[in-house]
């Protein structure tokens, strides 16, 4: 009684197995980089106040250096009351601690890549699950056969997004991502007019010394 069971239900067990290897399928080699990678040492604030911008950016800035903390960034980011302002707050405090503000292409590889340089990535997104607002938070690392990525973000340290529902979220939120980085610091594959932009921004910021140091740095390439 076995055997036409078996002959009965064996395509359906098959095409089953087939669609449980394809979910567990790797996404494709991103060229030239790394299949995973996580930044572990880059600093967390924790805290669900504001969207999470004064704990990215005061991680973000910590990152680089800097003693700081997201309750002596508020005021800065005129928070509370300016979250519609924020993307462009937070690029006026960053530049207030001289530091250059460098846009990225709207495109995950580019994202890995910085990752994988060791820079973290400054990002907002629209977490749909709790907050209707735009969420910010700093890309700490991927997995490409787990197909996530990792993000220091509110109340999580570690907070893991599959790489569609990132794109979907981040895409929703205006695919909006930026490095904060010392004047000497280049980014990966840094784009030449990019960089001088950011560096001329910075200069306008009143930290002309520190847009020096960065013309410098993408000349003594």
Not at 68 to 95: C, F, N, R, V, W
Request: glycine residues 8%; hydrophobic residues 45%.
């Amino acid at each position: 009684m076995r055997t036409p069971f078996i002959k009965l239900f064996a395509p359906l067990l098959m095409v089953l197995a087939a669609a449980g290897c394809a979910s567990h399928t790797p996404a494709p080699p991103i060229k030239g980089l790394p299949d995973r990678v996580e930044l572990s040492s880059v600093p967390f604030f924790r805290g669900d106040t504001e969207q999470g911008a004064s704990m990215a950016l005061a991680s973000a800035l910590s990152q680089q250096g800097v003693v700081i903390t997201p309750g002596l960034l508020d005021k800065s980011l005129h928070l509370p009351g300016g979250e519609d302002k924020l993307q462009t707050s937070l690029q006026a405090t960053a530049q207030e601690y001289g530091m250059v503000v460098y846009p990225l292409a709207d495109d995950l590889p580019a994202l890995f890549a910085q990752v994988a340089a060791g820079y973290p990535v400054l990002v907002r997104y629209m977490d749909g699950t709790v907050w209707t607002s735009p969420r910010y938070a700093l890309l700490v690392g991927y997995d490409r056969y787990k197909q996530h990525v990792l993000l220091r973000s509110g109340n999580e340290r570690r907070k893991l997004m599959s790489f569609d529902s990132f794109r979907s979220a981040w895409n929703s939120a205006g695919h909006w991502a930026v490095l904060v980085q010392k004047p000497g610091q280049l980014p990966a594959n840094v784009d030449r007019q990019r960089w001088l932009k950011a560096a001329n921004d910075l200069g306008q910021a009143g930290q002309e010394q520190a847009a020096a140091r960065a013309t410098r740095a993408l000349d003594a390439q």
